[in-house]
């Protein structure tokens, strides 16, 4: 009787970790994406600037969209894109969030902004009680 | 290897391209239907901001009050590192919770007002708050 030969049997592991990897680098790139729902802005940068570097769990951004002219095309939160004249619906947003267990809500401005609209979005938030803490962002790449 | 090589190269490209150097000032809100001003058990020092011009440096500061006057960030810092009361014998006037309320005008560039708020954080005061234009 003949004998058969020994088989040894290799998988080519060598394309799925090739693949592997490829997922995680995806979801770590678009995880970051979606979790920074961050609008590229030019934030002030105050010289010697003595804010913390604060990594929070249930932050919500708002993301005050800036004119040429020093006033506000629009407020962006998440998906939510909001006009000037509509500060209850931001009051409402924040409402919303704070119920989820929002904790903080973060102030990104662009420099060259009007104080009054920035003066009306912090009555927005401060307007939907609970004495939400409010950051006010700023650049730590002191760009002068 | 070289294909994970690469695959490290892109993620930390990509990771540091995403970690933006941000920080952020922590400032508390009175509750609704309490205005700023009658919240403050003391007086607030009132520290008025404007923008002189389009550039980081074109800002104007003054205290409201019977204080010095003062012109620019660097007097508000000396002034607010001068007044404040750091424990037993020092001769400040303000503890170092002392309200401080800084007030920009309605056409106040936003980083001038924040130059003066960190300019108060500097002075390590710990009640500041932005009010209203």
Known sequence: ?144 | MIDVVFLLLIYFMVATEFRRAEASFPMDLPAEGRNIEVMLDEEPLVVLVESAGRFTRDIRVQLEGPWDSIQSLAELKKFLRANRADGFGSGGLFTPEHPILIRPNRETRWEHAVAAYNTAVQSRYTNITLGKP
């Open chain 1, 1 to 144: 009787m003949k004998r058969s030969a020994a088989i040894t049997l290799n998988a080519n592991m060598t394309p799925m970790i090739d693949v592997t990897f490829l997922l995680i680098v995806f979801f770590v790139v678009v995880s970051q994406i979606v979790d920074r729902d961050v609008v590229p802005l030019d934030l002030p940068a105050p010289e010697n600037a003595a804010a913390m570097v604060t990594i929070a769990e249930n932050t919500m951004v708002i993301n005050v969209i800036p004119l040429s002219d020093g006033s506000v095309a629009g407020i962006v939160v998440g998906p939510h894109t909001i006009g000037t004249n509509e500060m209850e619906k931001l009051s409402s947003i924040v409402g919303q969030g704070l119920a989820n267990g929002t904790s903080e809500v973060h102030l990104r401005a662009d420099r060259s902004t009007q104080y009054q609209y920035i003066h009306q979005v912090i009555e927005a938030v401060r307007s939907v009680g609970g004495n939400p803490r409010v950051h006010l962002v700023v650049d730590m790449e002191a760009k002068l």
